[in-house]
């Protein structure tokens, strides 16, 4: 095999596999390393019953022809390949406990009449808030990449609070609820949480958002057609380095391979955490890396419906607890209850008017997980698998209570814990969307492409921004590192 090349990089999420394609595209010699027996982090489906389930990422935005996604996926050559059905105009339906449900339209003319209609004395307000998430979003848009630039300084607003900017827009507490109703895709937390993930995603989505499906399977398929590899089942252990620079990858079963650079798509503390001791890296740096806070977990129930049960819903739920707030979602395991669910069914490959794979998503802390950290999938202990059925039964009741039908449909459910995605990502943990960035503190929880080894790049969610949108834009700036940002940008922007 051979076991020279340009770029190594170190995990095939998201992130991993666009860095994959846009290098080798551009000639260059790639090899990805895997540690999982297939590509695509959390991209990655499984099997049960027949039914093909995704695991995480369920919709992207800036799907329409136009927009920045839709452009992406255009140069990575496989736009025309994926089987994206959009979802319906009233893509998100945000229901803040016992107060109704409020729509997100698609197209910014739609959303803000359809809000201004629902909150009248609200109009300016609501008019200013669509005319800054628009400006944010627009800073990487199709025209700023061809301009050569991947962004035009929306980043600033990384410093700006998402709540604090939606409270000086509206006053009304309900549409405050509703304008922040989505913040599970990105690890709200009120106090933290920045202006600008508010605004990236919610403006890709608002721009056109669509159901994927096969999104790794189809770049991993153009890597190798540039002639790059893929190698699953092969965990990195060690980066060998000299001076400031790594000079190979060592993988668990003592093969070493070497390139002239090194990007790693996986979390930073375990990036590091490869690295033996070196002057380079001091004790301090080392610590912060390992130190530093993650988002919220992620648990999810999959329910596997009967044929022709239960009809297919071309949009996405956000259902909040009576009395709640918005900002507030963690899972209460004291109580046993949800604060918040988000609905979405998966598009159906046989008839497209009845669901086949339903996925209900909760936040959940991390830490109530820790005891079983040491265990293993198939292996966990008993009283793991009893809080994990509790958890799945209460989130499951708690959506069937507000759509009748639902429960006579369910013929089987599956369920994942922050430690099932942790094993498929490798991220600390489980943390849903990696680190918390804080807008109180940017500097020090936004984490450069650029590291202290010469050849040594970083990509991911870690960086910038959660999300499809933010994992693609880390991917773009960490191979403007090796192949320009004002070629890269106009290459993106033109495809």
């Not at 301090?284 to 992620?298: I, V």
């Not at 009395?323 to 004291?334: N, Q, R, S």
């Not at 997980?369 to 059925?389: D, F, I, Q, V």
Request: with cysteine; charged share 20%.
């Amino acid at each position: 095999m051979q076991e020279e090349f340009d770029i190594i990089v170190i995990g095939s999420g998201l992130g991993g596999l666009e860095c994959g394609v846009m290098l080798s595209r551009e000639g260059m010699g790639v090899c990805i390393v895997e540690q999982a027996a297939v590509p695509g982090g959390c991209l990655q489906s499984f099997r049960r019953r027949g039914h093909s389930i995704d695991t995480g990422m369920h919709y992207v935005g800036s799907m329409q022809q136009g927009g920045i996604m839709r452009r992406y996926f255009d140069y990575f050559g496989i736009g025309d390949s994926l089987e994206i059905r959009p979802l319906d105009e009233a893509f998100d339906i945000v229901s803040p406990g016992g107060a109704g449900e409020f729509a997100y339209m698609h197209g910014y003319d739609e959303f803000r009449r359809h809000l201004t209609s629902l909150f009248p004395r609200e109009a300016a307000g609501i008019a200013r808030y669509c005319d800054k998430i628009r400006e944010i979003g627009d800073s990487i848009g199709v025209e700023v990449h061809r301009s050569g630039r991947l962004s035009s300084g929306g980043v600033k607003y990384l410093g700006a609070s998402a709540a604090e900017f939606i409270g000086e827009c509206v006053a009304d507490p309900l549409l405050r609820s509703v304008l922040a109703g989505t913040n599970p895709l990105y690890g709200g937390v009120r106090e933290r949480s920045p202006l600008y993930h508010h605004a990236m995603i919610n403006h890709s989505n608002i721009e056109g958002a669509g159901g994927t499906q096969h999104i790794a399977d189809a770049l991993a398929a153009r890597i190798r057609e540039h002639g790059g590899t893929i190698l699953t089942g092969c965990r990195a252990s060690a980066l060998h380095t000299e001076g400031r620079r790594i000079t190979g990858v060592e993988l668990a079963d003592g093969r070493i391979l070497r390139a002239k650079s090194v990007i790693s798509a996986i979390h930073p503390a375990a990036t590091f955490g490869l690295i033996g001791p070196t002057p380079v890296l001091r004790r301090a740096f080392r610590d912060r890396m390992a130190g530093m806070p993650g988002t919220y977990g992620l648990f999810s129930v999959y329910l596997l419906l009967r044929p022709q049960s239960f009809p297919y819903i071309n949009r996405n739920l956000y259902y909040y607890a009576e009395g709640g707030d918005v900002w507030d979602t963690l899972f209460d395991t004291e109580a046993m209850r949800p604060k918040m669910v988000l609905f979405s069914a998966q598009q159906p490959c046989a008839d497209p008017a009845w669901s086949e794979v339903v996925t209900l998503m909760a936040p959940i802390a991390t830490d109530i997980w820790s005891a079983w950290s040491g265990s293993a999938p198939g292996r966990r202990p008993e009283a793991y698998t009893a809080l994990k059925t509790a958890v799945a039964e209460h989130l499951t009741d708690f959506v069937c209570e507000r759509l009748p039908g639902l429960r006579a449909a369910i013929e089987q459910t599956y369920a994942a814990t922050p430690l099932t995605y942790r094993h498929y990502t490798g991220i600390p943990h489980g943390a849903a969307y990696g680190l918390q960035k804080d807008c109180r503190n940017v500097m020090a929880t936004c984490i450069p492409v650029r590291t202290k080894f010469e050849n040594l790049l970083l990509t991911g969610q870690n960086l910038t921004v959660h999300g499809a949108i933010g994992v693609t834009l880390s991917a773009a700036a960490t191979c403007a590192e090796l192949l320009g940002t004002e070629y890269l940008a106009k290459k993106i922007g033109d495809a």
